[in-house]
Structure formats: C-alpha cells, structure tokens
C-alpha cells in the first residue's frame, strides 16, 4: 500500500476509524471523510502522532458538492486515487407506521447515494490506478433484519447491489466489491467525548461461532486485503464478516 491514496468516508470513529488506522500502518496516505470535525481533527491528530500519513476533510458525502470538493481536494493534494472505501452510514430505528419520510431519505442519501456519488466522480481517477478498488461496508442487515430497520437494511440492500453492478461497469480497470460487517463493538472506538468501554453479556458472545463480538480491527484487516493484489481475482463480491452470526440458527427456549 506505499504511497497509495486511500478515501475512507465515515474515517474517523468506529469502523472507519479502524480502517483508516490499517490502511495507514501499511503505508498508504490516507484521506479520512467526515461529517463529524470534533471527531476528524481529532483522530487526525492522534495518528499523524503514530506516524502515520492521514489527513482530515470534512464531507457529507449525500452532498454531490461536497463529494466533488473532497475528489478535487485529493486530486489537487495527493495527485491521484487509488482505493476507495465508502463506510459512512447512519442508522434509524423506529416503525414504519411513525416514520418520517425525511427520516428514510436522509438514510438512503447517506448510507446509498453517498458511495453512488464516491463512485461516479472517483471513477475518472481510479480507472488510472494500478489497480483501482472500491470497497462498499455494507451491513448484515442486507441479508436478515430486526423490526423496525427499514431504512438501514433497505440501504444496505442496495449497497449489495450497487457493488456487483459497479464491478460490472467499471471492470477491468476497478475492482469492486463489499464487506458486510454483523455485530460490530465500537464504543470503545469513538471520538473522545463519546467514548465507552464496551460491556457484552456471556448470552452475546454465544451468539457467535467464533465466541465473541467483532471489533473494527476485523473490518480493516479485511478492507486491506481486497484492495491489495493478492485480492486481483476478487471483484462483485459481498463479504460477509460477522463470526458466523448468521450461519447460526437460534431458537428461543
């Protein structure tokens, strides 16, 4: 990944947090994406103290303008894009019977319309990488819901699709494909002010084949992978990364 410039919207806490630390310990310059300045200048901050080569803009990437000015950003400072890894969601939980029509909107414009519009003014310059990658974190939620998620899993249904579709489109010059994370702890993985230790019951840990809940560092390692050359036969693809949460089949007692 030396000298590669990496993308990840939603970069700096959580998930993205995790990726945008992996990317940058295996040398890529990375550019973290958004929304959150407390959160950005701060993570920023604390791993360009590691060494590390990242950097902070703030996005909101459901805004085609703000898309178009982190692309020319990146172009403008970095000369080219290598990997783009669109992470940036947001979650709504509450029955449809109550839900606001924005509600739905605002979740599709972020967790869908965002990589739609990450891909469309990335394509140009990815298309001129040795090799492009887009990965897409979609969500287990794509295949099996809890109650009241309509928004989210219907997004990340789409994230599923738009993946292969994408692949499809921009092959062979970018390879695309996703990650679907299950459960995920990142309490512990937030910017400072919201930051928790994370408290999981022995009933939680049984849930998964593997014995325990997944941390952000799981996701990356993964990231990191498909965007490197020994991932070159691997594109449309849906990674499903949840300690076999939904291989399991749970029956109540």
């Known amino acids: 990944?030396?000298?590669?410039?990496?993308?990840?919207?939603?970069?700096?806490?959580?998930?993205?947090?995790?990726?945008?630390?992996?990317?940058?310990?295996?040398?890529?310059?990375?550019?973290?994406?958004?929304?959150?300045?407390?959160?950005?200048?701060?993570?920023?901050?604390?791993?360009?103290?590691?060494?590390?080569?990242?950097?902070?803009?703030q996005t909101d990437v459901s805004v085609e303008s703000d898309v178009v000015r982190l692309v020319d950003d990146v172009v403008e400072g970095d000369g080219r894009i290598d990997v783009v890894v669109n992470n940036a969601g947001i979650f709504s939980?509450?029955?449809?019977?109550?839900?606001?029509?924005?509600?739905?909107?605002?979740?599709?414009?972020?967790?869908?319309?965002?990589?739609?519009?990450?891909?469309?003014?990335?394509?140009p310059y990815l298309r001129q990488a040795d090799p492009g990658n887009i990965i897409n974190i979609a969500s287990t939620r794509a295949l099996m819901s809890e109650a009241h998620t309509e928004p989210y899993s219907a997004s990340k249904g789409g994230i599923v699709a738009l993946t292969h579709a994408l692949a499809v489109s921009l092959?062979?010059?970018?390879?695309?494909?996703?990650?679907?994370?299950?459960?995920?702890?990142?309490?512990?993985?937030?910017?400072?002010?919201?930051?928790?230790?994370?408290?999981?019951?022995?009933?939680?840990?049984?849930?998964?084949?593997?014995?325990?809940?997944?941390?952000?560092?799981?996701?990356?390692?993964?990231?990191?992978?498909?965007?490197?050359l020994e991932a070159s036969f691997i594109t449309g693809q849906n990674l499903v990364i949840d300690g076999g949460m939904t291989v399991k089949m749970i029956y109540e007692e």
């Open 171 to 228: 092959g062979p010059d970018v390879r695309v494909n996703a990650v679907s994370p299950g459960w995920i702890e990142v309490s512990d993985w937030k910017k400072s002010s919201r930051r928790a230790i994370p408290e999981h019951r022995p009933e939680d840990l049984a849930q998964h084949p593997v014995g325990r809940v997944g941390t952000p560092h799981d996701i990356a390692q993964a990231c990191v992978y498909l965007a490197s």
């Open 1 to 57: 990944m030396s000298h590669r410039v990496v993308i990840v919207t939603g970069g700096a806490q959580g998930i993205g947090l995790g990726i945008s630390q992996a990317f940058g310990r295996c040398g890529a310059r990375v550019v973290m994406a958004d929304r959150d300045a407390e959160a950005g200048r701060e993570t920023a901050h604390r791993l360009c103290n590691e060494g590390l080569d990242i950097r902070f803009v």
């Open 93 to 123: 939980h509450e029955p449809i019977e109550s839900l606001p029509v924005a509600v739905w909107d605002k979740v599709i414009g972020v967790n869908l319309r965002g990589p739609f519009l990450m891909a469309k003014y990335c394509a």
